[in-house]
């Protein structure tokens, strides 16, 4: 069902999610990729939203995630695999790196819309943005709506008004359920974190090492 801008100033959340997050550290999902791979060439064709990249147009690699801001295993995945997969591959030119929104609730939606707001002209910030809603998420994504969000898009250096704005933003929101929708439809995507490694589809948040077991025979036979 379509979020709107009412639910993301009543709900934005999602207290009901509340009893998934907590205190515990979840564990990441079983990680399995699956027979059905994506052409890449269909899974770069432009969305509703342009991609936020890291990393080389002339990679041999490209690593396309589907995530939620609120889904537990997906801040799991950037706060212990990420950083590595970054020094190790994307810095280096071996992985260009795409990160596309797949809200699992109003409050996730809200969370990427102002994460595009705040690197709307620099990538660099969007995922400035994206990693401290990760790093946050315990205190964000079980809070009363909207006032821990508020805090965090102040320090991204967004004002109370443009917070609002960007919140207020059908087209943006619109959008972004665009690229959700089309991850269901087009690529088979049924949870988050999803990952396309060359078309090929991996469901859970790997490790570094399972990323490199997959990376690396590109990297020889280039």
């Not at 087009?186 to 949870?191: G, L, T």
């Not at 469901?203 to 036979?221: C, F, H, N, R, S």
């Amino acid at each position: 069902m379509p979020i709107n801008r009412r639910e993301l100033y009543q709900g934005a959340a999602m207290l009901a999610l509340a009893a998934a997050f907590g205190a515990v550290t979840l564990p990441p999902f079983p990680v399995q990729a699956l027979a059905d791979d994506v052409s890449q060439a269909e899974l770069m064709k432009p969305q509703a939203l342009p991609d936020m990249v890291l990393g080389s147009d002339k990679a041999p690699v490209t690593i396309v995630e589907y995530a939620s801001m609120t889904c537990p295993h997906c801040a799991h995945f950037d706060e212990t695999t990420f950083p590595e997969l970054k020094k190790r591959y994307i810095d280096t030119g071996k992985v260009r790196y795409v990160l596309r929104e797949f809200p699992l609730d109003p409050l996730a939606a809200a969370a990427f819309m102002l994460a595009r707001c705040a690197g709307e002209k620099d990538t660099s910030k969007y995922y400035a943005m994206v990693d401290t809603l990760f790093r946050q998420q315990q205190q964000w994504a079980v809070a009363k709506p909207l006032g821990p969000l508020l805090a965090i898009a102040k320090q991204a250096g967004l004002t109370e008004d443009k917070f609002k704005a960007c919140l207020a933003n059908q087209k943006l929101l619109d959008d972004i359920q665009k690229v959700r929708a089309q991850a269901i439809d087009k690529f088979k995507v049924q949870s988050t974190p999803t990952f396309f490694i060359n078309g090929t589809m991996h469901v859970g948040a790997l490790t570094i090492e399972q990323m490199a077991k997959v990376i690396d025979p590109y990297l020889k036979a280039g």
